[in-house]
């Protein structure tokens, strides 16, 4: 089997970092649109360095896979009925920070623990977290890389001033091209609050040594990129789902629910997608990613083929 150039840029950087990294595993955050191919990066890059030559122990676990309880969750969107973010699951909010801080924790300590895993085919699609009572991964120690992938990882909150800024701004512009209604975000305060859930997720972020971003090969950290540089999520999601129908006799999505379902995540790559880049300004000091100087920035065509990679 050939690799993705994608595996073997992301392969090669870890094996860099690990030869002057004296406390593992090495933390590695991978994030990715929807559709990207995040996951099956992940899991091929875990099986290409598990194996010979290297042969190293290599753990990946999802973001999605600390999501709240299916109570927890519903419990969640009940409180915050004029939330549309909240209505399920997918945004910062809807995750047990706790649960991954703790994860986290023992893994840095090289402590057993047990990975937790989110079933989305249970309550008919709303999905639930399977308990954690020894039925599921027990990582096996030590560990040398851990790699957590999702589609937020590393997104940082933003000040009032630049949210306000970015509602009246980029968010304006982005709506209107991507054809968004309002009813997908609702009141500039549903932002407001999902930009304050997005501080609990700082202590997550602070395990992690190295930074894996994917993106499509026009878009960019820059505020000032002309606004349709998002569309190319909703082919890649589209594909997926088109992919995924011809193999189970037509069962997922319509294209409309499709688009529908990328809406939801396009106001957090508008406000906080470029705090990867620069963490968090706040008025008490600033918080930077540890993973600033060690981390790699690569671009993808509509095809998934890598065309740059880049070091930040």
Known sequence: MTLPAAVLHISN???????NHTSPPLFVALQGPQGSGKSYLSNLVRSHLSAAPYALNVVVLSVDDLYLTHQGL???????PENPLWSGRGQPGTHDVELGVAVLNSLKEGSPVELPRFDKSLFNGEGDRLPM???????????DVFIMEGWFTGFYPISLQELESRWDGIWARERKVLNLDDTVVGTKDNIIAVNEELVRY???????????????????????????SLSTIYKWRLEQEHNMKARNGG??????????????????????????FKGYDREDGSVVPRWLGRSLRISIDKKREVVAVQKF
């Not at 069962?251 to 990867?276: E, N, Q, S, W």
């Open 202 to 228: 700082m202590e997550l972020w602070s395990f992690f040594d190295v930074f894996i971003k994917l993106e499509a090969a026009s878009s960019s950290s820059s505020l000032s990129e002309p606004a349709s």
């Open 74 to 80: 519903v419990d969640l969107a009940q409180r915050h």
């Open 13 to 19: 950087h870890i094996l860099s970092l690990l030869s």
């Open 133 to 143: 009572d020894g039925t599921g991964t027990i990582v096996e120690l030590p560990v």
């Open 251 to 276: 069962k997922g999505m319509t294209d409309a629910a499709v688009k529908l379902f990328v809406d939801r995540y396009i106001p957090g790559y508008v406000f906080f997608g470029d705090g990867v």
